[in-house]
């Protein structure tokens, strides 16, 4: 064989090594809950890491993609390393390659031990992954060695047999980890849940004014247009079964609650629109949805909180966190949440349970996969985001955002609806005005307010004339409080200032 032909042998014989060996981990990790693949713990790392202004980048750049895009590039390091590994392997320095592998196996399996709750066995995915590559190398070259002792090169017909086999077996070990995985079940678990009944229902939303306003986002947010924002590289997966909710830390008697024991509390419904601090000026990480749980003042009056502590903070069961102040809780209706929009939580949202606190920016509030309550004090603990930049306290700041017409977009003269959403939870939103460029601000017709701590959906007509116009908008919170026009980034406590969109008239 050339030189050439050698080297791409070798590349191929890589890959294929690595990949393999990658399946496997990942059936490994499908076989007990608890067990990630060695990419999913080096993404971990990663994302524990990453400076608040990459992270911004990230979510701006990729939106809800970024995850994918993390896993992605891990990935295609990877495979360039396994490229490397192969050429060294088939140019004679076998060492160097199995070096190589076990330094790689090394890093994956001491970002293991990292993962939040690892144990001892933490490391087997990434061991499975290394010692499935070097097994492949190994068995091919006493296959080469064999051929050649019978005077014969291996033929391209035998290796591409191999190989073939070794690709069907990694699809097959992948797909049969994607079956046994966990997920299923757990989806069919929740789709089974029966959520208890209120004992007062809301009343029913009102008609919806998006219906007939094009455009306009609609008052209560679907399940799965709902924006997700999180850490998880893999979403939880938590049967309600095994799971527990554990309130402790400055309470005379800690407790742990199993999921029948909170649902069959008296629940209450709770309209509610939450936010993400990295949300920019305009942008879409913001959500409503009629959220349904129990009351988390009396679960945790029922504990008896020291009253030196000043701090809720919430764990998820993948080593997230979010405090806020035990003083939130007082006058709001902040809720340990089952059911969001009628169903029972989604896995992305956060199923079996989370923290929904009116008024509190998400990464300061709402836990998704809780576990754990802890009563604790500012001075000592902080949540995951706080020692990466961002405040300790964040209470959602007054914005509002144009739905229609789109920034860049080109609509025809004549009469048109500018439309949006603003929200100030738990303030509510009074007014909303709209400048075209820079006349005088016109008030905007409001949509229902469900609750102050909703968005209040507006629209307005408008006569446009041929042109460039520019359109801004601002609100006024329920106290009366004109949104800050000031524009800053999200970092560290959330964006501010009025948004403008451009539009082209014809
Ligand atoms: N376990 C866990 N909960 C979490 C987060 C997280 O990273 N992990 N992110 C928080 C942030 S920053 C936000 S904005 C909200 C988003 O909730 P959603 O994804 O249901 O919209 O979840 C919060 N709860
Ligand atoms: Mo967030």
């Excluded at 070798?10 to 060996?21: D, F, S």
């Excluded at 050649?148 to 980890?177: C, K, P, W, Y």
């Excluded at 992305?348 to 004090?377: D, N």
């Amino acid at each position: 064989m050339s030189n050439r032909g050698q080297r791409g042998l070798g590349e191929l014989l890589g890959v294929v090594a690595v990949v393999a060996g990658l399946a496997a981990a990942q059936f490994v990790a499908s076989l007990k809950g608890g067990l990630n693949n060695p990419v999913v713990s080096l993404g971990n790392r990663i994302i524990d890491h990453v400076p608040a202004a990459v992270k911004e980048f990230a979510i701006r750049t990729f939106g809800v993609n970024d995850k994918s895009v993390l896993v992605t590039s891990i990935l295609l390091v990877i495979l360039v390393f396994a490229v490397v590994i192969g050429r060294t392997f088939i140019s004679g320095n076998q060492k160097r390659a199995f070096g190589a592998v076990i330094a790689l196996t090394a890093i994956a399996g001491l970002a293991s031990l990292l993962d939040a709750g690892a144990t001892i066995l933490s490391p087997l995915p990434s061991l499975v992954a290394g010692a499935t590559a070097i097994l492949i190398l190994r068995w091919f070259d006493s296959r080469t060695m064999r051929a050649e002792q019978e005077g014969n090169a291996l033929s391209r017909r035998d290796l591409f047999r191999a190989f073939a086999i070794i690709g069907v077996g990694t699809v097959a070990v992948a797909g049969a980890s994607k079956f046994l995985g966990d997920r299923a079940s757990t989806q069919l678990q929740r789709l089974n849940i029966a959520l208890p009944k209120p004992l007062k229902f809301l009343p029913l939303p009102p008609t919806d004014p998006a219906l007939t306003t094009p455009g306009l986002s609609k008052l209560f947010t679907p399940n799965k247009e709902f924006y997700r924002i999180d850490t998880a590289i893999v979403v939880p997966s938590i049967s309600v079964d095994t799971w527990r909710l554990r309130i402790d830390g400055m309470v005379a008697n800690p407790r742990e609650f199993t999921y029948q024991e909170l649902t069959s509390r008296p629940v209450f419904e709770l309209d509610d629109t939450i936010a993400c601090v990295s949300n920019v000026v305009g942008g879409y990480l913001v959500g409503n949805a009629r959220w349904l749980g129990i009351r988390l003042d009396d679960l945790i009056k029922e504990v008896g909180p020291s009253s030196r502590a000043d701090q809720v903070m919430g764990y998820s069961s993948d080593g997230f966190s979010a405090g806020f102040p035990v003083a939130a809780l007082n006058g709001s209706d902040a809720m340990i949440a089952f059911g969001m929009n009628g169903d029972a939580l989604p896995l992305k949202h956060g199923f079996p349970a989370r923290i929904i606190v009116p008024g509190l920016y998400g990464y300061v509030s709402a836990t998704k996969w809780l576990t754990r309550i802890e009563l604790t004090r500012f001075d000592q603990k902080q949540g995951y985001w706080v020692p990466r930049g961002w405040s300790a306290l964040a209470p959602i700041k007054t914005q509002s955002r144009i739905d229609t017409p789109r920034d860049g977009s080109s609509i025809k003269a004549g009469r048109v609806a500018i439309a949006g959403v603003a929200w100030a939870p738990t303030r509510g939103i009074s007014k909303v005005e709209v400048s075209v460029d820079d006349g005088p601000w016109r008030e905007a017709t409001l949509g229902p307010e469900l609750a102050k701590t909703t968005w209040r959906q507006w629209w307005i007509d408008w006569s446009a004339t041929p042109g460039e116009p520019s359109i801004s908008v601002r609100a006024t919170d329920g106290t009366g409080a004109l949104q800050s026009s000031n524009r800053t980034p999200p970092e560290p406590n959330g964006a501010e200032g009025w948004q403008i969109v451009n539009v082209t008239v014809t």
